[in-house]
């Protein structure tokens, strides 16, 4: 019986690896440890990133709308607070976008926070 080797489905795997190196600096691209050691790595800061950014983008809102509240004399705990207590149900992202596109639309939300509180 021949001998079983495993150079077919190594190739395939190095190949592989080799591929979603390209692009990578020095060694990183073409020295098969090195760039398991990146691809490792890579990965790991992209799904760390993944969820990272959902929060930079709730800030990003906060922000926005804090912006706007500040520019009609309240703050942004005041305003959230308000709304709260006028059942008004919108999350931060749909709040920062009226605040940006429509102004007359957010004032009528900081009216009817204000007169909540």
């Known amino acids: 019986m021949p001998r079983a080797r495993n150079s077919v489905a190594k190739l395939r795997k190095?190949?592989?690896?080799?591929?979603?190196?390209k692009g990578f600096y020095g060694g990183r691209h073409n020295l098969l440890r090195t760039v398991k050691e990146t691809l490792i790595r890579?990965?790991?800061f992209a799904t760390k990133h993944r969820r990272k950014k959902k929060g930079d983008w709730?800030?990003?809102?906060?922000?926005?709308i804090s912006a706007a509240c500040k520019?009609?004399?309240?703050?942004y705990s005041q305003f959230m607070n308000g709304l709260?207590?006028?059942n008004v149900a919108?999350?931060?992202?749909m709040l920062s976008d009226?605040?940006?596109?429509?102004a007359e639309g957010f004032d009528q939300l900081v009216a009817a926070a204000r007169t909540a509180l």
């Open 84 to 86: 709260r207590k006028a």
């Open 42 to 44: 890579g990965e790991a």
């Open 98 to 102: 009226i605040a940006v596109r429509d």
């Open 90 to 93: 919108l999350n931060r992202k």
């Open 58 to 64: 709730r800030r990003l809102w906060i922000l926005r």
């Open 71 to 75: 520019a009609r004399g309240v703050n």
């Open 14 to 21: 190095k190949r592989r690896l080799l591929r979603k190196a």
